[in-house]
């Protein structure tokens, strides 16, 4: 398999993660996309044509984008994805709320901000991100104050989808002392066997 990836992405980060998991090999396709390396014609008619990364390529004629997608399509049939249809439900659940809620509101501060392009348009959206990445911090904090992992009380594939841009939020200027029980799922998830870093 060959992983279609940028550095510090969360998004490749948790393919990355679930991968080495499950022990299966892959090659790393780096790609800059402050350079525009995902918009190149060639990238677009190859590789996505929504100019983006990750994309697994599982076969010459079987590219698969999005990450969450990715995520469903390797954990089928691993302990990562329950059986159980009440189970999968609950992950697709965390899986849309991860993409819906949280990514865009947490990783996108910490986007702008490691990648110095704060400009006055995007300080001015600052504050209204920030706030919204809080309040799905705070939707997180509340299911782990009871429970050990976010479906079924087993780690899978919802956790490594929210544990993504969870675990670097400090780097978008958010204070996840505030969290108590997040921060303790922040330690088991990475206690996990096989557990990779973010670069």
Do not use: C
């Not at 279609?4 to 299966?24: A, C, E, F, M, W």
């Not at 189970?87 to 996108?108: D, K, V």
């Not at 429970?147 to 978008?172: K, M, Q, S």
């Amino acid at each position: 398999m060959r992983l279609h990836d940028t550095p510090q992405s969360g998004n490749g980060y948790k393919v990355r993660l679930l991968l080495t998991r499950l022990n299966i090999p892959f090659e790393r396709v780096l790609y800059d996309i402050d350079k525009g390396e995902t918009r190149t014609a060639e990238f677009l008619a190859r590789v996505n044509p929504n100019g983006r990364v990750p994309v697994l390529e599982i076969a010459p004629d079987f590219l698969l984008a999005e990450s969450n997608a990715i995520l469903w399509y390797l954990a089928e049939g691993t302990p990562f994805l329950a059986d159980d249809r009440r189970r999968r439900a609950e992950t697709l659940q965390w899986l849309f709320f991860e993409q819906y809620s949280h990514e865009p509101n947490i990783a996108t501060p910490r986007y702008w901000i490691t990648h110095r392009v704060l400009d006055p348009l995007r300080e001015a959206q600052l504050p209204g991100k920030t706030e919204q990445g809080y309040a799905a911090l705070g939707v997180l904090e509340r299911r782990l104050e009871g429970h050990p992992f976010l479906v079924g009380d087993r780690y899978g594939i919802a956790d490594i989808a929210l544990y993504a841009y969870t675990h670097v939020a400090g780097e978008g200027g958010f204070d996840l002392g505030r969290f108590p029980a997040l921060r303790r799922w922040l330690a088991r998830v990475a206690a996990e066997p096989r557990h990779v870093v973010i670069e």
